[in-house]
């Protein structure tokens, strides 16, 4: 049973460029999240995606983007990278039937390290 | 606005001594509690959960944690320390509000030692 896969495992891009990172989430699963984690804390949230929409999003800018495709991966975009923006870029996908136990447990990628110079 | 404490940056414990790593929350009506755990380059990896009932949970590993809603805290527990469980942890709650409210906030995570 495959788990979350992302890529790249690392990038390295320079200030002002665009980054698009990507996720494939567990067999079974509907619903990806993603999450920023600066060096020494815990992971923020960015947005969640369910049926091809954003959901939910957290205090990012409009630089942060994202998308799901039917086949449930999604992909989150960065424009006008900031130096700011280095991190570990983690992707967490749940299945999205609210109320259902199966949907509390978020299972995380092991993601991507992304550098700005 | 949600919020997760982990009041100790580092915890340091001798392999077989039993261990504490502390949490406490606020979030707006009934929380539902996670513990995840963090090797180095690696993801999170789900440990437990707290969503209804008994109050003292078991997870992965050995490891268990006690929700205690007076004190608003979560705490991870585990009565004999392996060195392999030497890890980043970290608490996270979500709002238990009928599911409008997604999102997972984490406390900045606890880096336990575990010494041979």
């Known amino acids: 049973d495959a788990g979350v896969t992302q890529s790249p495992t690392h990038l390295i891009k320079t200030r002002g460029q665009q980054v698009t990172l990507r996720c494939s989430p567990k067999?079974?699963?509907?619903?990806v999240s993603w999450y920023q984690q600066a060096l020494g804390q815990g992971p923020q949230f960015i947005f969640q995606?369910?049926?091809?929409?954003?959901?939910q999003r957290g205090n990012f800018p409009d630089r942060f983007s994202g998308h799901q495709f039917p086949n449930y991966s999604s992909e989150l975009n960065v424009n006008a990278l900031l130096l700011g923006d280095s991190a570990l870029y983690l992707c967490?996908?749940?299945?999205?039937?609210?109320?259902?136990?199966?949907?509390?447990?978020?299972?995380f990628g092991p993601g991507t390290r992304l550098t700005v110079t | 606005a949600q919020s997760v404490a982990q009041p100790e940056d580092q915890v340091n414990v001798a392999e077989g001594n039993p261990l504490t790593v502390k949490c406490t929350y606020s979030?707006?009506?009934?929380?539902?509690l996670f513990w995840y755990v963090q090797y180095p380059n690696r993801g999170l990896q789900f440990l437990l959960k707290?969503?209804?009932?008994?109050?003292l949970v078991k997870g992965s590993y050995g490891f268990e944690a006690e929700f205690n809603k007076s004190q608003t805290s979560f705490h991870l527990k585990k009565p004999s320390a392996l060195v392999s469980d030497s890890a980043l942890y970290f608490c996270?709650?979500?709002?238990?509000?009928?599911?409008?409210?997604?999102?997972?906030?984490f406390g900045k995570g606890t880096l336990l030692t575990v010494n041979p």
């Open positions: 967490a996908s749940s299945s999205g039937q609210g109320g259902l136990p199966a949907s509390y447990e978020q299972y």
């Open positions: 979030v707006s009506g009934n929380p539902y």
């Open positions: 995606y369910y049926e091809e929409e954003e959901r």
């Open positions: 067999s079974g699963h509907d619903t």
């Open positions: 707290y969503i209804t009932g008994d109050n």
């Open positions: 996270a709650v979500r709002p238990n509000s009928g599911g409008s409210n997604y999102k997972l906030t």
